[in-house]
């Protein structure tokens, strides 16, 4: 069955980096676009960014664009995410999510990893 | 960017009473509307797809409807394991947003 297992959070200083990976198993994982949703603690759903099944159409929300990078290796079946200068505000639980198609909703996601941005 | 705007914010109703939360986008999304439930603790779950078409397993008491700006979910007769927060989703031409939530409680 459908699988994606995200890594890679954990508690980091404000102003560092930090890559966050996403390992897919139980579907062909070259014919999906694969999206980040991040949720901070209590709050709602945001969508952070877009890879398509090919890799040439990368999109990003308004607030994210400039220090995050999406990016997938489908030679690992691995979606990652790149965070650059975090601050508080990027603390939260970042999922990863399949889309049912281009462009359309998302039917599967990881169980999601914390990141904590705290001195 | 379109925004989408959920009402209620939460909401608190007894089991078997008809639930009905509305979904606006700031501009016309046709049906381009996915609707989640995320229970505490749990990973989001699509319900419904194209405003009105319910994903596989999900039980027939839930229901959406609308096009162009305005949408609804409806539960007919919420059940004890329909406690969660509710959220839209809008995929109009590549673009992705969510509304803010609406959590639903039982009375």
């Known amino acids: 069955q459908v699988q994606l297992v995200e890594s890679g959070g954990g508690v980091v200083q404000p102003g560092r980096s930090l890559r966050l990976s996403c390992a897919a198993s139980g579907f062909s994982f070259s014919n999906y676009g694969m999206h980040w949703v991040r949720q901070a603690p209590g709050k709602g759903l945001e969508w952070v960014a877009v890879?398509?099944?090919?890799?040439?159409?990368?999109k990003y929300a308004d607030s994210m664009r400039g220090r995050f990078t999406i990016s997938r290796d489908d030679s690992k079946n691995t979606l990652y995410l790149q965070i650059n200068s975090l601050g508080a505000e990027d603390t939260a639980v970042y999922y990863c999510?399949?889309?049912?198609?281009?462009?359309?909703?998302?039917?599967?996601w990881g169980q999601g990893t914390l990141v904590t941005v705290s001195s | 960017d379109i925004q989408m705007t959920q009402s209620p914010s939460s909401l608190s109703a007894s089991v078997g009473d008809r639930v009905t939360i509305t979904c606006r986008a700031s501009q016309g999304i046709s049906n381009y509307l996915a609707w989640y439930q995320q229970k505490p603790g749990k990973v989001p779950k699509l319900l419904m797809y194209a405003a009105s078409t319910l994903q596989s397993g999900v039980p027939p008491r839930f229901s959406g409807s609308g096009s162009g700006t305005d949408f609804t979910l409806t539960i007919t007769s919420l059940q004890p394991e329909d406690v969660a927060t509710y959220y839209c989703?809008?995929?109009?031409?590549?673009?992705?947003?969510f509304g803010q939530g609406t959590k639903v409680e039982i009375k």
């Open positions: 989703q809008t995929y109009h031409i590549a673009t992705w947003t």
């Open positions: 999510a399949k889309e049912t198609d281009w462009a359309k909703p998302f039917d599967y």
């Open positions: 890879i398509s099944n090919d890799g040439r159409i990368k």
